[in-house]
Structures are given as structure tokens and as C-alpha cells.
T-cell receptor
Framework: AQKITQTQPGMFVQEKEAVTLDCTYD???????LFWYKQPSSGEMIFLIY??????QNATEGRYSLNFQKARKSANLVISASQLGDSAMYFC??????????????FGQGTTLQVKP | AAGVIQSPRHLIKEKRETATLKCYPI?????VYWYQQGPGQDPQFLIS???????DKGSIPDRFSAQQFSDYHSELNMSSLELGDSALYFC??????????????FGEGSWLTVV
């Protein structure tokens, strides 16, 4: 069963506007971590933001914020003030278990974001 | 800041040949992961190491093997290469048991093309 679901294969956003990329997950482990990565066309995988299942507040990193709704099992990425350089593939990923373990990441299918000038 | 270093960045091999990918984790990171990303696919977990011991195994073919050395660098050995092995191979690292374990950093990847 798919544990990470990204339902938006592709998204468009106008430069300077905000955009939300959806991610839902499925796990029975009470302790887990959620990650977002950006993959430009050049291929590298860039870490953006992390949210732990026990974190009380939504994670923020600069223009990136994570809208974490635990009861709904969703961890949407919000990018504010989009820039042309934000055009890329975005992956949501989950690691089950506490951050102190070496659990692997399970990735969603990805969402391609295109920022229009 | 130092990042995860992978080499080579690109390689082309013929079918049935052997390839070796190398990964140098971020200093003081003791956990290494290998992922394979086919064209248009999400990354698939292959194998991971913690403190030079294999910690988890995913969909890694028997033709592939990997290890982590005393200096924490890791190598992925791929033999009897097939066309379907053409992919982007990522190494990632983290520091187990620390708050840094909340972040898993990836290298820039190694592009393998099998012809």
C-alpha cells in the first residue's frame, strides 16, 4: 500500500504568489518524520524542511512552511512568494520511527511545480 | 558547509560490465543510505549502513552489493549490468541518535547509463 501520496502530478503558480503542494501519508507508527525535498532538472535532491510527528508547531524554513495536520495525516508544503528558481520536482517523504533510528525514507510520486513569470 | 560527495557523477557502462559508485557522507554522519531513481520515478531505497554495519535492505538486486568503510565512506558495487539499471543513484547521510537525524542530506547523485 502506498504510504506517501502526492495527488498533484503537476502544478502551475504565478511568480510571487504562494502555492501549496499536497502530501498525505499512512502509518501506524506513532513516531515518524516527514520530509520535503526539491529536485531541479539537474537532478540533485535538496532537503527543504522536516516535521516530526510530535512537534507541536508547524515547521518553517524561510519561504517554506509545512502545514501539518496530524489527524488528517497530511503534511502539505507551502511555498510563499514563488520564484522562477522554484520550478522543480518536489517530493514528500516519510521515515517511520523516532528520529534516533536509522529508518529509511519512503517517497511519494512527486509533484512538478512550474513557476510562470 | 560540507555536503555528501558522490563519484563519479556520470558513467556509461556496457551490459554485463561492472560499476562502482562511491559516497562520502557529511563529516560526523554515521549513517548512509543508497537510493535508485529511474526516469520519471521516485527514489527507491536500496540499502543502508550504520556504523559500518548494514542496517536495512530494500529492493537491491543480488547483483549489487555495498559496504561502509572505517572512514564511513560507502561504495555500491553493481555487476552484470542490465539496461534497466540505468538510473540516477543517490547516496544520503545522517547522524544517528542526534537532532541532526531530523535531516537526511542527499548527494548530487551518480548518473549511470547502461548501453
Amino acid at each position: 500500500a502506498q504510504k506517501i501520496t502526492q495527488t498533484q502530478p503537476g502544478m502551475f503558480v504565478q511568480e510571487k504568489e504562494a502555492v501549496t503542494l499536497d502530501c498525505t501519508y499512512d502509518t501506524s507508527d506513532p513516531s515518524y518524520g516527514l520530509f520535503w525535498y526539491k529536485q531541479p532538472s539537474s537532478g540533485e535532491m535538496i532537503f527543504l524542511i522536516y516535521q516530526g510527528s510530535y512537534d507541536q508547531q508547524n515547521a518553517t524554513e524561510g519561504r517554506y512552511s509545512l502545514n501539518f495536520q496530524k489527524a488528517r495525516k497530511s503534511a502539505n508544503l507551502v511555498i510563499s512568494a514563488s520564484q522562477l528558481g522554484d520550478s522543480a520536482m518536489y517530493f514528500c517523504a516519510m521515515r517511520e520511527g523516532p528520529s534516533s533510528n536509522t529508518g529509511k525514507l519512503i517517497f511519494g510520486q512527486g509533484t512538478t511545480l512550474q513557476v510562470k513569470p | 558547509a560540507a555536503g555528501v560527495i558522490q563519484s563519479p557523477r556520470h558513467l556509461i557502462k556496457e551490459k554485463r560490465e561492472t560499476a562502482t559508485l562511491k559516497c562520502y557522507p557529511i563529516p560526523r554522519h554515521d549513517t548512509v543510505y543508497w537510493y535508485q531513481q529511474g526516469p520519471g520515478q521516485d527514489p527507491q531505497f536500496l540499502i543502508s549502513f550504520y556504523e559500518k554495519m548494514q542496517s536495512d535492505k530494500g529492493s537491491i538486486p543480488d547483483r549489487f552489493s555495498a559496504q561502509q568503510f572505517s572512514d564511513y565512506h560507502s561504495e555500491l558495487n553493481m555487476s552484470s549490468l542490465e539496461l534497466g539499471d540505468s538510473a540516477l543513484y543517490f547516496c544520503a547521510s545522517t547522524a544517528w541518535g542526534t537532532s541532526s537525524g531530523n535531516t537526511i542530506y542527499f548527494g548530487e547523485g551518480s548518473w549511470l547509463t547502461v548501453v
